[in-house]
């Protein structure tokens, strides 16, 4: 169907302003229906964009519209919450927090600000608990249109200096009565309450909120801070039943230790980090309680591997006391040093002390005694014409289709299945059993040789590779991703476009959650941000091709950035001298460059506390300080009082 737009000679309909979104409605007459999917203004016309469901409209006809109020509602929730978080922030944080810009919507709201820091954990706690607090007071939204002078005079309304506002303007306000903010003279009423300049839709009384939860908090550019919330009863109850669901996990973790507490603390943290339901403030309550679990167990269990490496010890002298008497050249032992040690480990440590014991012999040491199935080699050098460490560990491992490596003096590899242990130890004995007959020794594996594929049938001989189970479709897989990426890139981009163009900045520096660390699909994703579209299709994305951007998306083994420089700033920046100075300060790789487009990454890495998710804040950091070093990121550091008024995201009347 074609996408036409009715211009009506009056409408009840919201057009998209100020940072609230559209209304939607279905258009009819006797014998037409028009569905509205798109309400904006163009030159002072409200354009009603949808499609021709039946029959035609032509210019004169009297229609009726029927106003989705439904998603009004969930829209007008989502904007009077965005004024009591307004309130909330400058009662936590200072009279000095002004708005920077907003989005409301059906799903969410979001809300920039100013302000020099992250916010505390303990001030973000207070600051959703006013929030709730004022929904849980079930006070009356008051609002009417007032003499532009005396609506300026009320005390403790906020304005931004230099904004031009109608006269008469709208004047919301939760909780005190109108004519008590006109007459009253001496009350601080923008201490105690909610009172701005705006002319969108808002609930009747707080109670309709029901809920407000913070889902994040972050910083989006120098001295501005973003909060995303949902509100609602969905956004209580989903939040209420992750926050059990997740408490439980953490109770359990009080119960493990060792190597299995650190898998779960890691598994948690990743649910938690990835969660989008849950509130912020109990993600980090909860990740204050894995800390404390964490360091609770951390002496406890310092003293217990100490026990478990002693016991693989006194296993290992026993085991090197057999080795030594042993007939053969070679001697295969397994190790049980209990659950809750790393096999690895168990295997090294118990190998060290045999080898004290017997020096002469090859031996190999398994152990499955913590849900892996383990195994060292180690192999003399006068031996390794008979065996080599790494031909006879690949043969115990190819028994079990697991993997290792090593050199011909010492190899290790594991496997996943512990039940894997017999089979891996028969066959470790059979090799070398083979290596001591008069036929000489086993020839070794030929580098490079291809691997059998299919698994293993009783017996040994080979299953046919269709046995193998099949795997989804790959190609699919990654279509259904792209078709994600590109919707998501999209929707930021006009987010991009509307922040940055409020904020007169050239260039933006932002993280997104999807797709997940990978690079080739996060430059899809600036793709999508960047592609033109016209003002009147039916659903707008992309259109910030003329904004300099760099993206971020963690994953869990790597963090991905994209930089991206349109072709007009490419005089006052380079994209591959930005990109180079954000990767390098955390040692990240160059992957793709060119003159507008350069890709990169910065892999994890435990061992050097890189975690993806802990590096992208400092990294955007240092997005933004470049550009400031160059000129190209504005300073705000104007502390002068401003007159008071209102919402940045007023709507034109």
């Keep these: 169907m074609d996408v036409v737009g009715l211009v009506l000679d009056k409408t009840p309909l919201y057009a998209e302003q100020g940072g609230q979104t559209?209304?939607?409605?279905?258009?009819?007459?006797?014998?037409?229906?028009?569905?509205?999917?798109n309400t904006q203004t163009y030159a002072g016309y409200v354009l009603h964009i949808g499609t021709m469901q039946k029959g035609q409209i032509k210019v004169g006809d009297s229609v009726n519209v029927k106003v989705d109020y439904g998603r009004r509602a969930l829209v007008a929730k989502n904007h009077t919450a965005t004024h009591i978080l307004n309130y909330a922030l400058r009662q936590v944080l200072g009279g000095k927090i002004d708005q920077k810009g907003s989005l409301v919507d059906e799903t969410k709201l979001r809300f920039d600000f100013s302000h020099n820091q992250p916010i505390e954990p303990e001030q973000l706690k207070k600051i959703e608990v006013i929030c709730n607090q004022q929904i849980q007071m079930a006070m009356a939204i008051n609002y009417r249109d007032c003499n532009l002078g005396a609506a300026k005079a009320i005390n403790g309304l906020r304005a931004v200096f230099g904004e031009q506002y109608p006269d008469p303007v709208r004047v919301?306000?939760?909780?005190?009565?109108?004519?008590?903010?006109?007459?009253?003279?001496v009350t601080q009423w923008g201490e105690k309450h909610s009172v701005e300049f705006c002319g969108g839709t808002h609930v009747a009384n707080t109670s309709e909120i029901y809920k407000f939860v913070i889902q994040i908090e972050e910083g989006i550019a120098k001295g501005?801070?973003?909060?995303?919330?949902?509100?609602?009863?969905?956004?209580?109850?989903?939040?209420?039943?992750?926050?059990?669901?997740?408490?439980?996990?953490?109770?359990?973790?009080?119960?493990?230790?060792?190597?299995?507490?650190?898998?779960?603390?890691?598994?948690?943290?990743?649910?938690?980090?990835?969660?989008?339901?849950?509130s912020l403030v109990l993600k980090r309550n909860m990740c204050t309680d894995l800390d404390t679990v964490k360091g609770g167990q951390l002496k406890a269990g310092k003293a217990q591997t100490k026990e478990f490496e002693a016991k693989a010890k006194e296993i290992g002298e026993r085991l090197g006391e057999e080795a030594k008497k042993s007939a053969g050249f070679a001697f295969v032992g397994v190790v049980d040093a209990g659950a809750g040690f790393d096999d690895a480990k168990s295997c090294g440590a118990a190998i060290e002390a045999a080898l004290k014991k017997c020096d002469d012999k090859a031996m190999m040491f398994f152990s499955n005694a913590n849900g892996k199935c383990a195994l060292l080699a180690v192999v003399p050098k006068a031996l390794q014409g008979k065996v080599t460490a790494k031909d006879w560990s690949n043969k115990a491992l190819d028994a079990i289709?697991?993997?290792?490596?090593?050199?011909?003096?010492?190899?290790?590899g594991q496997g996943p299945d512990p039940a894997g242990l017999d089979a891996a130890v028969a066959a470790a004995k059979a090799f070398v059993g083979e290596a001591k007959s008069p036929k000489g020794s086993p020839k070794a594996s030929p580098k490079g040789a291809p691997k059998k594929e299919g698994k293993k049938k009783k017996g040994g001989q080979d299953a046919p590779a269709a046995d193998a189970p099949k795997e989804d479709d790959p190609e699919k897989a990654r279509k259904d991703k792209l078709k994600k990426v590109t919707k998501e890139g999209g929707k930021r981009g006009i987010e991009i476009e509307g922040a940055a163009d409020m904020g007169?900045?050239?260039?933006?520096?932002?993280?997104?959650?999807?797709?997940?660390?990978?690079?080739?699909?996060?430059?899809?994703?600036?793709k999508a941000m960047n592609l033109k579209c016209a003002?009147?299709?039916?659903?707008?994305?992309?259109?910030?091709?003329?904004?300099?951007?760099?993206?971020?998306?963690?994953?869990?083994?790597?963090?991905?950035?994209?930089?991206?420089?349109?072709?007009?700033?490419?005089?006052?920046?380079?994209?591959?001298?930005?990109?180079?100075?954000?990767?390098g300060s955390f040692n990240g790789k160059m992957v793709k460059t060119s003159k507008d487009v350069c890709t990169g990454f910065v892999k994890a890495d435990g061992d050097k506390n890189i975690f993806p998710l802990k590096i992208r804040e400092p990294m955007l950091l240092e997005a933004n300080n470049f550009l400031r070093s160059k000129g190209l990121f504005p300073d705000n550091d104007d502390d002068s009082d401003e007159m008071v008024f209102g919402d940045d995201d007023f709507p034109s009347m």
């Design 172 to 185: 919301v306000s939760v909780g005190p009565k109108i004519d008590d903010l006109l007459s009253d003279k």
């Design 504 to 526: 007169g900045l050239q260039f933006f520096c932002a993280s997104v959650e999807f797709p997940d660390g990978d690079l080739e699909m996060l430059e899809e994703s600036m």
């Design 22 to 37: 559209f209304d939607t409605a279905e258009i009819t007459t006797k014998s037409a229906e028009f569905q509205c999917d």
């Design 224 to 278: 501005v801070r973003r909060i995303v919330a949902v509100t609602g009863p969905q956004a209580a109850v989903q939040a209420t039943l992750k926050s059990k669901a997740l408490s439980c996990d953490v109770d359990e973790c009080k119960t493990l230790s060792g190597a299995l507490l650190d898998k779960k603390i890691a598994e948690l943290r990743f649910k938690i980090d990835n969660d989008k339901e849950l």
């Design 535 to 583: 003002p009147d299709e039916e659903e707008r994305r992309g259109s910030s091709g003329h904004i300099g951007k760099m993206i971020f998306s963690a994953g869990t083994e790597q963090l991905a950035l994209c930089a991206y420089v349109p072709a007009e700033k490419q005089g006052e920046l380079s994209c591959e001298e930005w990109l180079k100075k954000v990767l």
């Design 401 to 412: 289709g697991a993997k290792g490596g090593g050199k011909e003096d010492r190899a290790q």
